[in-house]
């Protein structure tokens, strides 16, 4: 199974652990604001697990010697963001999430899911390409010996496998 080599970077210097950050904190400081009252409670409770649940996610994927592994994390972190989506779209039709404040939560959510998407996609590409040699160069590094490539960040052509 393809291993990552060991001088990759560390999660939160990744764009997409950035995001997932980001939005982590968005959902707890919006998930602080509702007041559902005692019947409802429960929900406040699964959405904090589930941005927590998707963070460590992808922080445990990410660390992991094998890079199929850390696909798994990254699906994992998606799954965790489909409940976050439906917790919020319930909410959003029940009234208690509403306007500006829905409006940013939702357009953070489809950047998050639209990166880690991204994200597992040029992982998965990357693990085809050699699904049993060992990963020789970090996923920051500007070129590999096969010239395969992930990028984290477009703009510095950032993470690549070899």
């Given at each position: 199974m393809a291993m990552w080599h060991w001088e990759r970077r560390k999660v939160y210097e990744l764009n997409a652990w950035q995001k997932v950050d980001e939005f982590s904190t968005l959902l707890h400081n919006v998930c602080r604001a509702l007041d559902l009252g005692r019947d409802k409670e429960w929900l406040i409770y699964l959405l904090n697990q589930a941005g927590q649940l998707m963070r460590a996610a992808v922080e445990e994927g990410w660390n992991r010697a094998h890079l199929a592994e850390c696909l798994v994390g990254i699906s994992e972190a998606l799954t965790f963001l489909a409940l976050i989506d439906y917790y919020l779209l319930f909410l959003r039709h029940a009234?208690?999430?509403i306007g500006e404040r829905a409006d940013e939560v939702d357009g953070k959510l489809s950047e998050l899911q639209?990166?880690?998407a991204?994200?597992?996609?040029r992982l998965r590409e990357a693990l085809r390409a050699s699904p049993e040699d060992s990963l020789s160069a970090s996923l920051w590094h500007q070129t590999s010996s096969r010239g395969d490539v992930i990028s984290d960040d477009d703009s510095s052509?950032?993470?690549?496998v070899c």
């Amino acid at each position: 199974m393809a291993m990552w080599h060991w001088e990759r970077r560390k999660v939160y210097e990744l764009n997409a652990w950035q995001k997932v950050d980001e939005f982590s904190t968005l959902l707890h400081n919006v998930c602080r604001a509702l007041d559902l009252g005692r019947d409802k409670e429960w929900l406040i409770y699964l959405l904090n697990q589930a941005g927590q649940l998707m963070r460590a996610a992808v922080e445990e994927g990410w660390n992991r010697a094998h890079l199929a592994e850390c696909l798994v994390g990254i699906s994992e972190a998606l799954t965790f963001l489909a409940l976050i989506d439906y917790y919020l779209l319930f909410l959003r039709h029940a009234g208690y999430l509403i306007g500006e404040r829905a409006d940013e939560v939702d357009g953070k959510l489809s950047e998050l899911q639209d990166e880690l998407a991204s994200l597992a996609g040029r992982l998965r590409e990357a693990l085809r390409a050699s699904p049993e040699d060992s990963l020789s160069a970090s996923l920051w590094h500007q070129t590999s010996s096969r010239g395969d490539v992930i990028s984290d960040d477009d703009s510095s052509g950032g993470l690549f496998v070899c």
